[in-house]
């Protein structure tokens, strides 16, 4: 007896050290993954960023004059005004090979005065510029050098142009995970002391929601865009899938603003916007920001739907109900209010929809008012346990629901 109780000791002795053990273990683990989400504090992404960006309309084609006017757009159309301060240079900036001693140096050709001089531009206009490279030896273009194993040079180069915004890509990595590529980066950019918005851009190859937030302010869950209706609504279904993941300071991203580039009609430019706004995505503007149509323009300036994007709370919208090209679209928003998202997928039929109050997580019996942001009106009636519209093909309606008091 006395031998079996030796061992039963022995044994517990054994298995709370394990379990010591394991606890010290993921205390550790867990404090070195809180020390790595303070690899980046820059404070910045508090909100979704709004801005412009060059690939999606111009792609190689840039140069300084361009950037300038885009620029210069923004302003004069009072899309700065409203929230569009970034103004992104992205791929083929550069020369092709690096100088002498290592570092990236503007296109001769293309950015004659420089990413300085471009720089002090843009701020004297009140906004921000962002640059472009990638986690890899080259480019997606190729056309010029990646930031792998220069990115401290990288870094500090970006923070003496006065680089406000930089949009780090995957491509040409050596098959190097990004998990082991992207930290370097944002080691260097938190040395150099300038607060520089990192937008990690790996197209969801490694489901950077999961860990995308330690070392960047947004993070793509999606390969590229294209302007149809087809790339949009699947940049749309995938990103939602990571929806618990987003928050202040750490975004996800389904890719740039492909309104007005003329692929897709204006009510399909609603939805795209729409969808992008209440998933609290980047509001990164990709058409000619100089030669808008006015509907481009009066989609991309609504304030009340930026408004939602920009919302402080900074909860991205889930789909909370689909029956085949019917989906419902919804998330919370501050001041104890809900936005709602009705979406017909299918190309030529109107269907009415009805949001339940059970679906949209608002209590039962709550009654609401249901302002319409698209088409800046309050409903008259006050809604109660749902809400029923009808909805065209390729089309959204969205509602802002405030719950009012029975008397009221």
């Not at 995970?177 to 930290?183: D, N, V």
């Not at 991309?300 to 739907?305: G, R």
């Not at 402080?312 to 928003?333: F, S, T, Y």
């Not at 089309?395 to 629901?401: E, I, Q, Y």
Request: glycine content about 8%; aromatic content about 10%; overall charge negative.
């Amino acid at each position: 007896m006395e031998k079996k109780h030796t061992l039963s000791v022995m044994l517990m002795v054994v298995l709370l050290s394990i379990s010591i053990h394991c606890i010290r273990t993921e205390s550790r683990t867990l404090m070195e993954a809180d020390t790595r989400r303070n690899l980046l504090a820059n404070g910045l992404g508090m909100t979704p960023p709004m801005g412009w960006n060059s690939w999606n309309h111009f792609f190689c084609q840039i140069n300084e004059t361009i950037i300038k006017e885009a620029a210069d757009a923004l302003v004069s159309t009072g899309l700065s005004e409203v929230g569009y301060k970034y103004v992104n240079i992205d791929d083929c900036w550069a020369e092709y090979d690096r100088d002498a001693e290592g570092y990236l140096v503007p296109n001769k050709v293309t950015f004659p005065s420089g990413i300085k001089a471009l720089a002090d531009y843009v701020h004297s206009k009140g906004l921000k510029l962002g640059i472009y490279s990638d986690a890899g030896y080259r480019t997606c273009s190729t056309q010029m050098p990646g930031s792998l194993g220069y990115e401290q040079k990288d870094a500090q180069t970006f923070a003496s142009w006065g680089i406000d915004y930089l949009k780090y890509d995957n491509c040409n990595n050596g098959d190097l995970k990004p998990m082991e590529r992207y930290p370097e980066m944002t080691r260097a950019l938190m040395s150099t002391g300038r607060p520089i918005f990192v937008s990690l851009c790996e197209w969801g190859d490694m489901h950077p929601a999961l860990w995308g937030d330690r070392l960047g302010n947004s993070w793509r869950t999606t390969n590229d865009i294209q302007d149809t209706w087809e790339s949009m609504i699947s940049r749309a279904d995938q990103n939602e899938a990571y929806a618990v993941y987003a928050r202040p300071g750490g975004w996800n991203d389904p890719d740039m603003l492909e309104v007005g580039n003329g692929g897709m009609t204006t009510d399909e430019y609603i939805v795209h916007f729409s969808i992008w706004a209440i998933s609290k995505a980047p509001l990164l503007v990709g058409c000619d920001v100089r030669k808008m149509a006015n509907d481009t323009l009066t989609i991309l300036s609504n304030k009340e739907v930026i408004a939602i994007n920009q919302d402080p709370l900074g909860v991205q919208a889930k789909k909370v109900r689909m029956e085949g090209d019917v989906e419902i679209w919804a998330g919370p928003l501050s001041g104890y209010r809900t936005v709602v998202v009705l979406l017909n997928r299918s190309l030529n039929n109107t269907y009415p929809i009805t949001a339940e109050w059970d679906d949209l997580g608002i209590p039962p019996k709550t009654a609401v008012e249901a302002r319409e942001p698209w088409k800046h009106v309050t409903l008259e009636k006050i809604f109660v346990n749902k809400l029923r519209a009808k909805v065209r093909g390729h089309s959204c309606r969205m509602f802002v629901l405030t719950p009012v008091s029975q008397s009221g």
